[in-house]
């Protein structure tokens, strides 16, 4: 990987408040089921399993707000080097107020369609689209994809 052009990371107060609200649901959900089960057994093991889910998503985020996204001249990649878009399969930026985005952050369109990934809270893939943010920093998020924007009017991609 060459030289960090930008680097995105999750907010401490946003990530630790996200992981908060998902083990409080998580553990009020399996909490209920067994201090007050409702009438149906069905009822009760819905509320197990969605609470198991919810804490399952919050050990997610835990573990996918550890990384981080940089900018490299040859794309958007996370910490341990997973690709999220090639530099060369970007075709725009999007990360107006009417944008659909991630919170704190921006859009990424792609020339060719990428297998779905998601790590909660910092970045998904879906088809065209790239989305980075979450509880992500507005600033880092904001400059990384001014950042991005550059490289690809330079690279005579946007103008």
Do not use: C
Not at 57 to 64: F, P
Not at 112 to 133: C, E, F, K, N, S
């Amino acid at each position: 990987m060459s030289d960090v052009l930008a680097s995105v990371s999750a907010s401490l107060g946003r990530r630790v408040f996200g992981l908060a609200t998902l083990l409080a649901l998580g553990g009020g959900l399996i909490y209920l089921a067994l201090a007050t089960p409702p009438q149906s057994i069905l009822w009760q093991g819905f509320l197990l399993v969605f609470g198991g889910v919810v804490l399952w998503l919050a050990d997610r985020l835990r573990r996918a707000t550890e990384q981080s996204i940089v900018l490299t001249e040859e794309g958007l990649f996370d910490s341990q080097g997973q690709v999220l878009a090639h530099i060369d399969n970007i075709v725009g930026v999007e990360r107006g107020p009417f944008a659909i985005k991630p919170s704190n952050g921006f859009m990424v369109r792609l020339k060719t369609r990428q297998p779905r990934a998601w790590a909660p809270g910092l970045w998904w893939r879906t088809g065209r689209r790239v989305g980075v943010g979450g509880v992500t920093s507005a600033g880092q998020s904001k400059f990384m994809a001014e950042t991005l924007t550059a490289l690809l009017v330079e690279k005579g991609v946007m103008r």
